[in-house]
């Protein structure tokens, strides 16, 4: 158990809705990001947080956004859902050992 | 874009045996870290690197670090069964502090016949 938690672990959804991914990272970390893991794609980093504001940005789509609100928790949110979306989403956090991950979020997009 | 690239892509063993992977980098970097993600599953960290450090153990594990090369290689001593997953290497840039994104690389997956 790395400390990470993520909710919810399965997500089955349609094309063109909403869903919001919900992060809290390991007790005293202040970082956290989100990776998306897919078959085509691989491990790609998508957006970090320090301490609520947002520190660094992958290849995260427009139609994708986050937060990372006063108790350090994140939510990653990703609307107008579109099939190619459907993988599993990692959230991690860092301390002086590394970086730590969540057990992810997979969803499917329908 | 992958930063590591890893080496074999596939590994089987049998049981018993040493288990080496490699992988290489294309800039420089601050520490390298292996994970290991059994089969649809979430990442488990299994060691860091940093830059100025060149070889770490922790239990059956040894991870080496070549700068020069950039290059690392992890090592699994007495590969047993439950070692079968697929292994990362992902880095950290060295143009960045210690806790910055990571790069992954595409993963080595790893077979260990009983």
């Known amino acids: 158990d790395s400390g990470v938690t993520q909710t919810p672990k399965h997500l089955i959804t349609a094309t063109g809705q909403r869903v919001t991914l919900r992060c809290s990272p390991r007790?005293?970390?202040?970082?956290v990001y989100w990776y998306q893991q897919s078959l085509d794609q691989g491990l790609q980093f998508l957006i970090q947080?320090?301490?609520?504001?947002?520190?660094a940005k992958g290849n995260i789509l427009e139609r994708f956004s986050a937060q990372q609100f006063p108790d350090l928790h994140s939510e990653l949110n990703l609307s107008s859902l579109e099939l190619g979306d459907s993988a599993l989403y990692f959230c991690a956090s860092s301390g002086n050992f590394g970086q730590f991950f969540g057990p992810g979020t997979r969803l499917t997009v329908l | 874009s992958q930063q590591g690239e890893e080496d074999p892509q596939a590994l089987s063993i049998q049981e018993g045996e040493n288990a080496t992977m490699n992988c290489s980098y294309k800039t420089s970097i601050n520490n390298l870290q292996w994970y290991r993600q059994n089969s649809g599953r979430g990442l488990v960290h299994l060691i860091l690197i940093r830059s100025n450090e060149r070889e770490k153990h922790s239990g059956r594990l040894r991870v080496t670090l070549d700068t020069s090369k950039k290059s690392s290689s992890l090592l699994i001593t007495a590969s047993r069964a439950a070692d079968t997953a697929s292994y990362f290497c992902?880095?950290?840039?060295?143009?960045?502090?210690?806790?910055?994104?990571?790069?992954f690389g595409k993963g080595i997956t790893l077979s260990v016949r009983p």
């Open positions: 947080y320090y301490n609520g504001e947002e520190r």
């Open positions: 007790s005293g970390d202040l970082s």
């Open positions: 992902a880095t950290v840039p060295g143009t960045t502090g210690a806790n910055s994104k990571l790069t």
